[in-house]
């Protein structure tokens, strides 16, 4: 065995919500070393939703259910040729994904109806646990290439 094996990071649960991956969404969110402000984004956008009488937390987790994928396509080199490979997708790597791309989906909606960042990530979460939104069409586009490339999953390894 060449090198140690590395171990990974616990990350401690927020102070709100007791949450890990709470302090995983504030901290994609946050920019610049900032995370008092990413941490008011978070929290104003679950205040919002906790304004139209619906729980945040489980709205939280839904939407992250809803928009992590299953399976995704790996580039791999057999024969001189690439392949797009389906594989199936860790649970760690499957919340990352979804946390980015709710985020990502947040980011693009347009400025005409929402005001402030808050609104937009509260607007996102309540799509992706409806299965609508940006977030979903882009989980349902890595879906589609899993499904074209099925013809290559025995390049497995």
């Known amino acids: ?18 949450n890990v991956m709470v302090v995983k969404l504030i901290n994609n969110i946050m920019k610049d070393g900032k995370k008092s402000t990413a941490e008011k984004r978070v929290y104003n956008a679950f205040d919002l939703i906790k304004q139209k009488e619906q ?4 709205i939280f987790e839904r939407a992250l259910q809803n928009v992590g994928p299953k399976i995704e396509v790996k580039a791999r080199r057999i024969g001189g040729a690439n392949f797009q490979v389906p594989t199936e997708v ?35 979460f309540m799509a992706a646990s409806n299965n609508e939104g940006e ?5 349902d586009i890595t879906l589609k290439q899993a499904e074209a490339n099925k013809a290559f999953a025995h390049f497995r390894w």
């Open 135 to 139: 977030a979903i069409r882009k989980r």
């Open 1 to 18: 065995m060449r090198h140690a094996k590395v171990i990974k990071r616990q990350t401690p649960p927020d102070s709100i919500y007791g």
């Open 55 to 58: 729980d945040p937390m489980q």
């Open 90 to 124: 860790r649970h760690d790597r499957r919340m990352a994904l979804a946390l980015r791309w709710i985020i990502e989906a947040a980011r693009k909606r347009s400025n005409k109806e929402y005001h402030s960042f808050e609104e937009k990530l509260a607007a996102e």
